[in-house]
C-alpha cells in the first residue's frame, strides 16, 4: 500500500484515477467498435460516434501535416534511398503521406499499416481518391501483428516510418523498428529514418516547472497533485516561456535503427552550468537522419518545426551557480526520457 504523505498519493486516490481513465478508454472503444461493426451505416454518423472518432484522432496530426519542412525532408529522403522495384512497407499511415510519396518516387508496392482503424479508413480514402489503391494496400494492423505472406507480399525492400515525438522515443520507435527490422525487412533492405540523436542542456524557468508543480492555490494547499506529476518528458515550445538555458549543449544519448538495440538504457551525462540559476530541468531535442544525408531536427531554434522541444523536469529544481558540475543519470525507458541521481559539484567562482 502507498502511504499517504505530504505529497504522496494514497492507494484509492490513484485507484480512482486509473479506474476513470479506463472507464473513459472503454466508452470510445466501444462507440468505434459498434460504428465498425454496423459498416458506419448509410447516413450521417451520430453526434456520439463523431466525437468518439474526433477523440481517436490526436490533434498534432493536423500541426504535423502542415509541417513543410518535414514533409520536404522525408520527399527527399524517399527519392534518394528508395531502391528499384522495391516493395515498401510504411508503419503508422496516418493519411497516407509517406505512402503516397513512396508510391510517387517510383516503388513497385506498397504497404501501409496504421494501429488506428479510424486513420487507417482515411488512409484508404485519400489513396483512392488519387487513384493509387493498385500500388498501395492499407492495412488496418500495429506492425507487430502484420503477417509476411498474408498482410504483405514479401519482406520490404524499405520501410520507412515517422513515429518520433518531441523527444524521439515517445511513440515507440526503437521497439516498433527493432521488430520491423527483425521480422518485416528483406536482407539488406533500407529503414529509413536511419538514425536519431538526444541532446540536451539545462533550463531555469520557473513558468516551464510550473506547467508540472503547484502547490497553492487560492489559498488552499493542492500540492498532493503533484504525486501526479509527469517524471519524465514533455513537450514545451521553448521559445513561447520566460527562460534561461544555463548550460552549453550536450549529447545526450543516440540510437543507430538499422544496427542498434531497442532496449531500455541509461547514460551518466554531465552538464556545465555557464551562469548563476536555479535548474528546473533539462530542455531536449533530436536530430534524426532520415538518410541520403537529410536530417530533421527540433532544437530550440528552429521555430517552423511542428515537434515542440521535450521538458525533461527534475523531482527539485537545483540552485546553481555558474562552473557547477552537474552529473545525473539519463533514462530512456518505457517510452519516456527522465533523470535520476543528480549530483552537483561546486567549483568557487572564477576558478572553472
Ligand atoms: C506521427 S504519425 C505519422 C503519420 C504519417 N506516416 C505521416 O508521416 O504523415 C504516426 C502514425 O503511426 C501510427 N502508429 C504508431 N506506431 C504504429 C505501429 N507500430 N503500427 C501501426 N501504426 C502505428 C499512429 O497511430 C499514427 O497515426
Not at 28 to 38: C, H, K, P, V
Not at 163 to 186: K, M, N, Q, Y
Not at 220 to 230: E, P, R
Not at 280 to 293: N, P
Request: glycine residues 10%; aromatic residues 4%.
Amino acid at each position: 500500500m502507498l502511504s499517504t504523505s505530504e505529497n504522496g498519493l494514497n492507494a484509492r486516490l490513484l485507484l480512482a484515477s486509473m479506474q476513470t481513465a479506463l472507464d473513459s478508454a472503454r466508452e470510445s472503444m466501444d462507440t468505434i467498435r459498434d460504428m465498425l461493426a454496423t459498416g458506419g451505416g448509410s447516413g450521417e454518423p451520430d453526434e456520439a460516434a463523431l466525437a468518439a472518432a474526433i477523440r481517436s484522432v490526436p490533434r498534432w496530426h493536423f500541426a504535423m501535416l502542415n509541417d513543410l519542412e518535414r514533409s520536404d525532408a522525408y520527399a527527399v529522403a524517399l527519392e534518394r534511398v528508395l531502391p528499384p522495384n522495391a516493395h515498401v512497407l510504411d508503419i503508422g499511415s496516418g493519411t497516407g503521406l509517406l505512402a503516397m510519396m513512396v508510391a510517387r518516387a517510383g516503388a513497385a508496392s506498397v504497404t501501409t499499416c496504421e494501429q488506428n482503424p479510424m486513420l487507417a479508413e482515411v488512409t484508404r480514402q485519400i489513396v483512392a481518391k488519387h487513384g493509387l489503391s493498385d500500388v498501395i494496400t492499407v492495412v488496418a494492423k500495429r506492425s507487430v501483428d502484420l503477417v509476411v505472406g498474408v498482410d504483405m507480399p514479401r519482406r520490404a525492400d524499405l520501410i520507412v516510418s515517422e513515429i518520433v515525438d518531441c523527444g524521439l522515443i515517445g511513440e515507440g520507435v526503437l521497439p516498433t523498428v527493432e521488430h520491423a527490422r527483425e521480422h518485416l525487412l528483406a536482407p539488406g533492405g533500407v529503414l529509413l529514418p536511419e538514425s536519431g540523436r538526444v541532446f540536451g542542456a539545462l533550463l531555469d524557468s520557473v513558468a516551464v516547472d510550473r506547467l508540472n508543480r503547484v502547490q497553492f492555490a487560492g489559498g488552499f494547499d493542492v500540492g498532493l497533485l503533484n504525486g501526479l506529476a509527469t517524471r519524465g518528458h514533455f513537450p514545451v515550445r521553448l521559445n513561447t516561456w520566460p527562460h534561461r538555458v544555463l548550460s552549453p549543449t550536450a549529447e545526450l544519448c543516440s540510437f543507430d535503427f538499422a544496427r542498434g538495440s531497442a532496449a531500455d538504457g541509461s547514460a551518466e551525462v554531465e552538464l556545465h552550468a555557464a551562469e548563476d540559476g536555479v535548474a528546473h530541468g533539462m530542455v531536449v531535442w533530436f536530430e534524426m537522419s532520415l538518410g541520403g544525408g537529410i536530417v530533421l531536427r527540433n532544437s530550440p531554434d528552429n521555430l517552423a518545426s511542428h515537434w515542440m522541444q521535450a521538458f525533461v523536469p527534475f523531482v527539485e529544481p537545483i540552485e546553481l551557480s555558474a562552473g557547477d558540475r552537474v552529473e545525473m543519470l539519463f533514462s530512456w525507458q518505457n517510452c519516456r526520457l527522465s533523470v535520476s541521481k543528480i549530483n552537483v559539484s561546486t567549483t568557487m567562482k572564477g576558478m572553472q
